[in-house]
């Protein structure tokens, strides 16, 4: 799951100096434990989520808005609460918008429904400059997860559902680790499926044979690439 970025605005019981706030909310930036609150759409148990930043911090009266980068699943309101108890005074969130998801950011790929709706027409109308724009290519909601490129002799297999084997895989990112979500693509840089990883970058370069990740969700079309796979076979 990529990180996001939220602009928010938090309401203290009590009144603090800045300063004071400040310092109090610079003590959740880093790892931290959170209860999902009552009103949420999964499990209530403690989980461990990762605070990168709280900064553009600034303040009025009782009202505290700030900017905050986190990991996905972290719940603001529940850091808006937390915060108030550490101040001692309680706090609950007023307002809430997100500034970024992953790459996406708001100030450089937002676009409203009259400009869809505008650059639809004006495709009906066989000009696609527009909306090449708006409508962008599946593999730019990607360019932060780690990669691992395939052979074209796989490719096919994986549209099937097949596992990704060692020798169909040609070069790939570092950092990779058992479990981490990557993204298979073609030598073109063609998206073909997203896949849990078996083995670290390391161990993908250093051994020969084995499985090197397991599809769980295939984004290319079958018969995309050529057919280089027996039938029954269950690994690319």
């Keep these: 799951m990529t990180g996001k970025e939220y602009v928010c605005v938090m309401r203290l019981h009590s009144s603090f100096s800045e300063e004071k706030i400040k310092e109090v909310m610079n003590e959740f930036v880093g790892e931290i434990y959170q209860r999902p609150p009552l009103r949420s759409s999964v499990k209530r148990q403690v989980r461990k989520r990762k605070i990168y930043y709280i900064k553009d ?5 009782q009202y505290v808005l700030f900017r905050v980068g986190c990991q996905a699943g972290t719940y603001i309101r529940k850091l808006c609460f937390d915060v108030g108890e550490v101040l001692g005074s309680g706090a609950h969130m007023v307002e809430l918008r997100r ?3 992953g790459p996406f950011q708001e100030d450089e790929n937002l676009a409203t429904l009259y400009d869809l709706s505008y650059a639809y027409a004006l ?3 066989k000009d696609e400059s527009y909306i090449r724009k708006i409508v962008q290519p599946v593999e730019n909601a990607l360019s932060l997860t780690p990669k691992i490129f395939v ?3 796989a490719v096919d297999a994986l549209c099937h559902g097949a596992d990704l084997a060692l020798p169909g895989v040609l070069r790939l990112h570092s950092g990779i680790k058992p479990r981490n979500v ?3 693509f073609t030598q073109k840089e063609e998206l073909v499926a997203l896949a849990s990883s078996l083995m670290s970058s390391e161990e993908m370069t250093t051994k020969d044979h084995g499985m090197a990740a397991n599809v769980e969700r295939v984004v290319m079309a079958p018969g995309t690439y050529p057919s280089m796979w027996r039938s029954g076979r269950k690994q690319a």
């Design 151 to 153: 052979r074209d002799s």
């Design 182 to 184: 990557v993204g298979i």
């Design 57 to 61: 911090l600034e303040t009025q009266g």
């Design 123 to 125: 495709f009906e109308e």
């Design 99 to 101: 500034t970024r998801t």
